[in-house]
């Protein structure tokens, strides 16, 4: 079960317990853990799930989380277990190091690279997925107009203007979502290829298409770091179109730094009574001046939704499909014939996540000397 009180999601699911199951596991689920995912103790255990305790950990081979082990859990574990988790470990060198001297296998699920055998490992979309259409789903909650238009006997109800900036995975279902309610979407992103696929589901792109934006992609498909003089352009072109938004949704990231601030209170304050932002950004310090994280901000004319883990707001589902991205990893690293625990540490799959190994800190982004 998670220890953090704002974690409403679970690691396993009664399929994904019935896969590991049947793969050889021995699988316990702590009683309760899918309480706040709407799994109960009884579906667990009809998978084929022994029901146990915290104390069950100190015996497992493999933990599987949805957050970073607290020190208390890491006390907990046996030596050269393999706990696999989403372990947000930037800016965490202590917590990180403690997971090393507990003499744990770490795995970092959100580095699971983003290549075709390891798309149904991927937390990072399968979560941010859920927080796009989620991000709508809070805005729409706040908002007190409707989204599509509406073309009645007594009168016209125009269509809620949305604006999502950052079209990554969350910000495309968020556009999907958006435009499956009826609102006239618009997204800008920095990168190139996210103008196709805003258009494909029918947004209107809003960029400055320079020189710059042109090459503002890496190899591995992420956002770059903007030089000053595009992004005042940028923001004096998103300046003017928040002014005519209801609603403005914020989901950039830059992997590895804090996110890009991209509204400022001035934009904020420039938009129509009842505007509602929404920032997908704010635990990674924001997208938006203002923003709270885990609060709903009034700012002059407008709203600010600053929820956390906007993902567990959907727990159940959520939990469903991240429960899955776990048991394929772990799929990987059983054997089939002995179905015993056969960890490949060339596996490029198990080289990108692994954090710790052995008492050390192994994986390169971390290491303070080479791995
Ligand atoms: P992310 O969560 O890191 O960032 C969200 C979005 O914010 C990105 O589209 C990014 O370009 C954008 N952004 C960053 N700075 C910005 C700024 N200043 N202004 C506007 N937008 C800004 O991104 P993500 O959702 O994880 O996706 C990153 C990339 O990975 C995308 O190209 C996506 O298509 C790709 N991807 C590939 C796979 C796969 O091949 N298996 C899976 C998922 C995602």
Known sequence: MERDDGESRVAASPDTVKKLTGLGANVTVEAGAGERSRVTDDAFKAAGAAIGTSKDASDADIVLKVRRPSP??????????????????YGRDEEVKAMAEAGILAFAMEFM????????????????????????????YEFDRAFPMMMTAAGTVPAARVFVMGAGVAGLQA??????????????????????????????????????????????????????????????LVASHIAKQDIVITTALIPGRPA??????????????????????????????????GKVVQMGPA???????????????????????????LETMIDKETKALKIDFEDPLVQATLLTRDGKVVHPNFAKEPA
């Open 113 to 140: 690279p983003r290549i075709t055998r390891a798309q149904s490992m991927d937390v990072l979309s399968s979560q941010a997925n859920l927080a796009g259409y989620q991000a709508v789903v809070d805005a729409a």
């Open 260 to 293: 890009p601030r991209l509204v400022s209170k001035a934009m904020v304050e420039s938009m129509k009574p009842g505007s509602i932002v929404v920032d997908l950004a704010v635990e990674r310090g924001g997208n938006v001046e203002g923003a709270e994280a």
């Open 303 to 329: 709203k600010i939704v600053g929820h956390l883990n906007v993902p567990g707001r959907i727990a159940a589902s959520a939990s469903l499909l991240y429960a899955k991205n776990l048991s394929s990893f």
């Open 175 to 236: 556009i999907a979502t958006a435009k499956r309610l009826g609102a006239a979407v618009t997204a800008t992103d920095v990168r190139p290829a996210a103008k196709e696929q805003v258009e494909s589901l029918g947004g209107k792109f809003i960029a400055v298409e320079d020189e710059e934006f042109k090459a503002a992609e890496t190899a591995g498909g992420y956002a770059k770091e903007m030089s000053k003089e595009y992004q005042a352009k940028q923001a004096e």
């Open 72 to 89: 208390e859990e890491l006390k907990t574990y046996k030596s050269g277990a393999a706990v696999i988790a989403t372990m947000d470990p």
